[in-house]
């Protein structure tokens, strides 16, 4: 007999009104099980089931609370269905695999990370529950505490420590992720995980300093400290002094264990390369101070002679190279080394672009500008010295711009700097010098090559402000004033992050000027010197002088000033965001979506999305909009797959200044990506029916493909084609032209060595390119502006160093086919037509003809006539000379050959697939994963993979003589190896020389 199916609970369900408490317990348990298939016909009587539930003398409570919790999950009530099961207790089981049981954990989850984390509240509760989430010192449910404790205890019993820690810091419970990191079987590996999502996951700046401060202790607790990881927890913590001490101690030997202090100079070395690359000039001079106050080393003071003195060091010993790696000057000596031994600078692209856009005067700077940056650390002018008469026609402003655009080139030459710039700098006493725009230009070029290294530049500058005339040019200018504009943006470049109160008062006294030209520049310098502080009193000074002035200049670089002072303060910035935006000034409103953006740079966080996208629609100036559009590139940069998506509706906008902002906004995030989805979206922008969108759009894929092969992204050669084509059609605008010029002087950057990367090798923000890529963005006002750029180029290279700071010979074997990360191929020069002499084409007409005259004439001789004189001359057009059989053959066989060479050519040869790389080598930032050191005799020292940059190596074999690769600071010359044409025979360029502008 077949089993009966149940077809209705209405049996059990009656159940529920018998006044005996067992029936009732029993009906419960029934419905229990049936509550899944009969949740419609139960749901009638849920209000029966929650009476039990809140009949405090009924035993079976709970499960009267589970039945019900799961009538309200079938009918998607999920807030009742969590109120129910936590009234469940313990019957609600955490470890069952059901639907059911998920979604209320994870629930259960959300509402207590709410509840935790206050600033996820809005995404999570109710009104109400915000409120309560809101409420100082408010208690959460501990039924709610306990649900989510045993999912804690479910997930390390049964080894999911990763989703431990993930809801432990979203929740901030500090017990819990110390307690995961203690038990994980495979510690190293997931303090690797906590760094990574501590700098992703965690919103509140508070917060992420405690975990942070956890990790440095777990670091230090492993069988070998990962001393690496240690110093990057503590550079985010800012903690200078306990990174010198870490430093000292290495030296000393103490933190190697049986390694010995041998091994610990190195780590020292490496600790300080990385240091050095990840954190701002205020940080290392903190470090550097403390280190030989610890070092017992006597730092001398500044004098009328010297202002910037070195301490004494005994040469080449440990405490001497690692001043040497902190300050800087090993590693810009290294990389001048690099970009002067590998530079791939193609010259014809500039003649070109010189030839086709010599008559308009914009183009002319931005084709010197795209020089610079072509050139950027080069030290090679040699294409401003090949047409002093071009350079020439700079004029005013557009002269400042190309004095300025040599410091560009010469980035980093610090040591030179005075040198190369000394015909264009000013003039102390009677001496004439080069003018004021030339000064002026000279004085921010002396900034952009000591930006971060100011130590030297800076007495130069302050005294250059101070000593500034207020006589005018016969044109009206103000002199002082155009060399107190290139001198605030020098200093503030060479001070960048220092927080020194006197050099902020300096440039206080130029803006006090009121003067229009200085005060932006002024503005600008002082949120430079101050980079990051949050200075609640230099803001609220500088934002009543910007409610004061008339001037807009001033307002707008005070107001790029104070987002300057806001950069990475996160939360900590909301109030005088607050202030800015909520301004009826739209030049301060400006100011505030660029400090949202700086304050939240690479944070992707929630609530700084919201508000520029807000503003991205709804505000009235274009302006504003347009930076709040940007903002969201600096905010997601390092979740840059995202942006093209978040950006995708804002591109087809109907203004035109967001699709502007829309462009580069994947261009800051998608920099060196080579991402087809932002390539996608900026193709059909540079096509747009707007001249400065189709600008935007150019340099945005220029930024986008920069560093990229055509193996690895098929669009780079076509776009280079595209910027051709726009500088050299005759009727494009001119925006447009000057943006194509732009575009090919950054996707040719630092002679095709250069990327732009806004987070270090090893993750930390990058403090130079993200202030050098938002300050490029004020071009739209001021072309002097785009020269900051050069701050966001870092090296593609890879140099290993031994114990004594030199260059062995190794080699880096890099897995992929060489084409796959080549150079683009350099322009071939236009072929001159030489014309040839043709061997004459004997018609078959004429040599019948012939033929049958000779055959007449024989015939006229056999009869005794007279035969008329032949007056065809032989090799005539019509008729060649007779050719011998030896002729015809060698003819033939030099035919066959040039088929054969041909075929030949045909035949490709078969590419390896792989690479080695000498020492210094050029790595891509696609090429790192993909790149490691195998060789027998040397190993890094910490780095078990190669991410770039620089490595210490430690030597297998140190009894054996090294191979090493001479290490020379260039001077700025050029090799006839780089030239193009014709150039390739010309001598040498002779020495530095001054040529007038």
Not at 471 to 482: A, K, L, N
Request: one cysteine or more; glycine letters at 8%; a negative charge.
């Amino acid at each position: 007999m077949p089993a009966s199916v149940l077809t209705s609970a209405a049996g059990v369900i009656a159940l529920l009104d018998e006044t005996q408490p067992q029936l009732q317990a029993f009906a419960l348990g029934k419905l229990n099980g049936l509550v899944d298939t009969f949740w419609a016909e139960i749901s009638e009587s849920v209000r029966r089931i929650e009476e039990l539930y809140e009949d405090e003398a009924f035993h079976n409570r709970q499960l009267a609370a589970l039945v019900a919790s799961k009538v309200y999950y079938h009918l998607g009530s999920f807030g009742d269905a969590l109120e129910f099961a936590l009234g469940a207790g313990e019957l609600f089981n955490v470890n069952e695999n059901s639907e059911f049981v998920h979604t209320i954990v994870s629930k259960c989850i959300d509402r207590y990370i709410a509840l935790r984390n206050p600033d996820a509240a809005q995404d999570v509760l109710t009104s109400a529950g915000v409120e309560q989430a809101a409420a100082a010192g408010g208690d959460i449910d501990a039924r709610l505490v306990a649900l989510v404790d045993r999912m804690f205890e479910r997930c390390l019993t049964h080894g999911s420590y990763r989703q431990a820690i993930g809801i432990a810091l979203e929740s901030r419970r500090i017990d819990i992720f110390q307690r995961a990191i203690a038990e994980a079987s495979d510690t190293s590996a997931v303090l690797g995980y906590c760094m990574n999502i501590s700098n992703t996951l965690i919103t509140s700046r508070a917060f992420r300093d405690s975990v942070l401060a956890v990790l440095v202790d777990q670091y230090m607790c492993l069988p070998e400290p990962d001393l690496i990881n240690v110093c990057q927890c503590l550079i985010f913590l800012n903690n200078p002094e306990r990174v010198a001490q870490t430093l000292r101690d290495l030296l000393e030997g103490r933190l190697c264990g049986a390694a010995g202090a041998e091994r610990g100079v190195l780590v020292a070395y490496q600790i300080a390369f990385d240091v050095f690359e990840s954190a701002t000039q205020q940080f290392v001079h903190r470090v550097v101070a403390h280190l030989l106050q610890l070092s017992g080393v006597a730092i001398p003071e500044p004098t009328a002679a010297d202002a910037a003195p070195e301490p004494t060091l005994e040469k080449d010993s440990p405490i001497a190279r690692l001043y040497a790696i902190l300050t800087g000057e090993v590693s810009l000596g290294l990389e001048l080394e690099f970009l002067l031994r590998n530079n791939h600078s193609d010259l014809l692209i500039l003649k070109n672009t010189k030839l086709a856009t010599q008559r308009n005067s914009i183009c002319h700077g931005g084709t010197v500008i795209a020089n610079a940056l072509m050139h950027a650390g080069t030290g090679i002018d040699t294409f401003l010295r090949q047409d002093l008469a071009w350079v020439r026609r700079a004029a005013h402003w557009a002269k400042f711009n190309v004095t300025a655009s040599l410091g560009v080139v010469h980035k980093g030459h610090i040591k030179e700097s005075f040198n190369i710039l000394s015909p264009y700098l000013p003039k102390g006493g009677s001496e004439s010098g080069a003018g004021p725009f030339a000064e002026g230009g000279g004085l921010f070029a002396l900034g952009l090559i000591h930006a971060n290294h100011g130590k030297k530049a800076i007495p130069f500058l302050v005294e250059q402000l101070k000593n500034a005339t207020h006589s005018r040019t016969d044109e009206g200018y103000c002199e002082g004033d155009i060399v107190r504009h290139g001198g605030s943006l020098g200093l503030g470049l060479a001070a960048m992050g220092t927080a020194t109160p006197e050099l902020f008062g300096e440039l206080r006294a130029v803006l006090n000027t009121d003067s229009a030209v200085a005060g932006e520049a002024a503005g600008i310098g002082m949120g430079l010197i101050m980079l990051g502080t949050g200075h609640s009193e230099c803001l609220d000074e500088m934002l009543r002088y910007a409610h004061d002035t008339a001037h807009e200049k001033i307002i707008r670089g005070l107001a790029i000033g104070m987002a300057l002072m806001l950069y990475e303060r996160e939360e900590l910035a909301d109030a005088h965001i607050e202030l800015m935006a909520a301004d009826k000034d739209p030049v301060l409103r400006y100011g505030a979506m660029l400090a949202v953006s700086l304050a939240y740079a690479g944070t992707g966080n929630n609530k700084a999305i919201n508000r520029l996208l807000h503003v991205a629609v709804s505000d009235v100036s274009d302006d504003v909009r347009r930076a709040a559009v940007i903002g969201l590139g600096f905010v997601l940069f390092r979740d840059s797959k995202q942006v093209p998506g978040v950006v995708s509706l804002l591109s087809e906008s109907y203004n035109p200044h967001v699709r502007y902002g829309a462009a580069l906004a994947l261009g800051v995030s998608c920099a060196a990506t080579g991402s087809a989805d932002a390539i996608e979206l900026l193709e059909p922008l540079s096509n747009d029916p707007v001249d400065f969108v189709r600008q935007g759009a150019m340099i945005a894929l220029a930024m986008v493909l920069i560093q990229q092969s055509d193996a690895q992204t098929p669009k780079a050669a076509s776009t280079r084609k595209l910027f051709e084509k726009v500088i050299g059609e005759r009727h494009e605008d001119v925006m447009a032209k000057f943006g194509a010029v732009l575009a090919q002087g950054l996707i040719e950057a630092g002679g095709r060595n250069v990327t732009i990367s806004l987070q270090s090798r090893i993750g930390h923000t990058r403090t130079s390119s993200v202030v050098g890529l938002l300050l490029f963005t004020q071009h739209w006002f001021w072309h002097s502006m785009t020269h900051f750029i050069s701050l966001a180029f870092t090296p593609t290279t890879l140099i290993a160093l031994n114990k004594n700071l030199k260059m062995p010979q190794v080699k880096f074997h890099s897995a992929a086919k060489p084409s796959q990360f080549a150079y683009p191929p350099a322009l071939v020069p236009p072929k001159v037509e030489t014309k040839e002499k043709v061997t004459t084409a004997v018609l078959s007409y004429t040599k019948a003809k012939s033929t049958k005259r000779k055959a007449d004439k024989a015939a006229a001789i056999a009869r005794g006539e007279a035969v008329s004189m032949d007056t065809s001359v032989p090799g005539s057009p019509l008729q060649s000379a007779p050719s011998s059989p030896g002729a015809e053959e060698k003819s033939l066989e030099s035919a066959l050959a040039e088929k054969a060479a041909e075929k030949k050519e045909d035949v490709k040869e078969v590419e390896p697939d792989f690479e080695l790389l000498t020492n210094p080598a050029r790595i891509v930032p696609d090429q790192v994963h993909v790149t490691s050191l195998r060789d027998e005799r040397y190993r890094t020292v910490l780095k078990s993979a190669l991410v770039g940059g620089i490595v210490i190596v430690e030597d297998n074999t140190p009894e054996l003589p090294e191979e090493l690769i001479e290490i020379a600071i260039p001077t700025p010359k050029v090799s006839a190896a780089n030239t193009v044409g014709d150039e390739a025979d010309e001598p040498e360029p002779p020495q530095p020389f001054e040529y007038t502008l």
